[in-house]
Every structure is written in structure tokens, then in C-alpha cells.
């Protein structure tokens, strides 16, 4: 009888396994690129603390129990869920290491600028526009604040990604669509960048192209606000920690797992001037690659899987937590804490956002996502017959 038990167990522990592997593999993001775990761990690290800042954000906008004024002066918890938003700044560290990466080394001759635009437009466009296109509908229909023509300009201005040099504002249809104007404008001058990269194959010459890069965000001003050159800087930090990952070889250290969460700290909570910020998230990404003690919690399959969905989630958990905050938020007030009452409501909403959210990204996302890598395996064998010509 105890054998009985034990096999059942045996066989219910190995039917969890597989149903958790299989559950993994299905979540997983699929990249042309060799898969680099700490990327989609990054990735967690930059999403997870936006979408905490926005569900604060969202409570404190419908939520009538508190005093939203002065819950915004005295509050460290408020304080310390409004730093989230600088998680953008570390998305565009890694868009700067993930698209410089592969074209480090390369001869100009095997520049594939085609796959490289058609892997972005597919991967990135289809996800996009359905959600902005949904939220316009969901403005003119259900919310009704503005006329037609107010939502359709703002609409096309965020279709073609130019609200933000437009109307010098977050995008009205989807508000986090602002970072990815900046992201675009990145994708569309990351080919220069390229050619400069191949010319420059000598690490000094590389070297100056970044300082030129970095004098340009400081001094070269094209709108007011919300343009490329006021992010350039972390788009540059994920470039060099592309070159450094490259041609650099560390030992995995105690000392980097030091590194590393010493910087994500001070990259969120401390360092306020430009050039500090830079250089700790050039430490967070080149120290993210050479952990020892944490490497087994950092690239944790469900860290990494919910990293790897960061795009669907960055579309879609503004609109989700305004939403149910403006439904629940009062409802689910039970004492007069608003550090007790918003923990707990973030605790229910920001792990359903996740599970909800995750329905977008296999239904729209994923199939646009394998779809790209098509184009990603043409770039490859367009590189290989390059090579034998």
C-alpha cells in the first residue's frame, strides 16, 4: 500500500513537472538571437516596477478613501512606487545591448538592413496597433470625454508614433506609447549607428562614435520634450555593454552579484544626475551576465518567461489597472491605511494583470513574434552566402 502511495506521488510530482515545462515552453519568447536568460530577467526587473508605479498611479486616481495631495508628499511607499516608471530608462538599455549585439564585428558587406526592418516591423507593429486601435474605440465609445475628430488626430499621431513631437505629450489613446516613440525613433537611426560600428572596427574608434553619441544627447535639443536625444544616453549604455559582453571576458564573482543589486538600487532610488544613472545601468547590465550566487534567482524560468511577455505587458497594464481601480478600489478599502490598502489591492491586481495580459501575448503577440524570425533566419542565410561569395 505505501509503495502504491509512493508511486502515485512519483507519478503526480513527474505529470507537474511536465505540465510546468510544457506551460514554460509555450510562454517562452521565441528570438532569432542566441537565448540570453539575463536579458528576459532584465526585462522583469524593468517591467515589474512600471507596472507597480502605474497601479499606485491608477489607486490613488479613483481610490476616495486618501489624500491623493498628500499621500503624494509623505508617503514612502508612494515614493518608492513612483520610481518604477525609471524601469523605462532600462527597457532602453536593453533595446541598445539587444539590437547592437549582433552587428558588433560585422563587415559592412553583411549588413541586412531589409531582415533587420522587417523583424522589427512585424514583431513590433501588429501588438501595437491592435491596442491603440482597441483603446481609440474604447475612448469613443465607451468613455465619450472627446468628439471624433479630437481621438482620430491623436490616433493617427500615435499610429505613426509622432505624438510625442506632435502634441509634446504622453500618446491620449495608450500613454505608455510614449517610450516606444522614442524606441523608434532608436530603430530607425540604429542602421547608421551600424555602419559606423563597421567602419570603426578598431575598440578606440568604436570607442569615439559612442563619445560623439553621448555629446549629442547632451547638446543637440530637437523638440521641447519626449524626443530621442533625452534618452540616447541609456540607448548608448546597452551599446557599450554590447561591446564589452562581446570582447570582454569576466569570471563569474561573488563581487558582480554585489554589483548588480547595489546598482539596480541606486539606479532607481538614488542617483538623480544623467551621467550616474548611465554608468549604474551599464553596471546593471554588464554585471546581470556574470552573477554566481543569485544567476540561479535572476534567470529563474518564471522571471524569465515573464520578462520575455514585457511587451504585451507594457501595452496592455495601464488600461487594466485603471480600469479595476476604478471598479474595485473603493470596494476593496477596509481601514484607514493606505499603505496596508494598497499593497493588498496591488498584491490581487498586479499578479491578475500578468495572468490576463498573458492571453494578448499568445494570441497577438506570440504569433507576430514567431513570425518575425523568419525574416531573422533570411538575414542569416543572406549573411552566409555574403561569406562564401
Known sequence: MVQGLLQNLTSSVMKFKLFRQNAIDLLRRKSSQRFIPEIDALRFFAILPVMFAHCSQAFLEYNTNFDRELIESESLLRYVMYQGNLGVELFFGISGFILALPFLGKKIKELDFRSYFLR???????????????????HLFIMGQHDFAFLWDRYVASFFYVHNLA???????????????IEVQFYLLMPIFILGFCLMNKAVWRYFLYFLMLMLSLHLDVTPDLDLNDYLRYFLAGIIAADVYKNVKFERFWVWDIFFVVNLFLFFFVFGDWMLRTLSLFLILISSFNLSILKKVVTNNWVTVIGGMCYSLYLLHFPFYHLVMKIFSDRLTFIDSYEFTFISQALIFVPLSIVVITG??????????????????????????????
Open 120 to 138: 522589427r516591423l512585424i514583431r513590433i507593429e501588429p501588438p501595437y496597433l491592435i491596442a491603440i486601435s482597441v483603446f481609440f474605440l474604447v
Open 360 to 389: 494578448y501575448y499568445l494570441l497577438v503577440e506570440k504569433p507576430f513574434m514567431v513570425l518575425s524570425q523568419k525574416y531573422g533566419k533570411i538575414g542569416k542565410k543572406n549573411t552566409k552566402k555574403l561569406k562564401e561569395a
Open 167 to 181: 502634441y509634446h505629450s504622453y500618446s491620449y489613446i495608450l500613454p505608455p506609447a510614449w517610450s516606444l516613440e
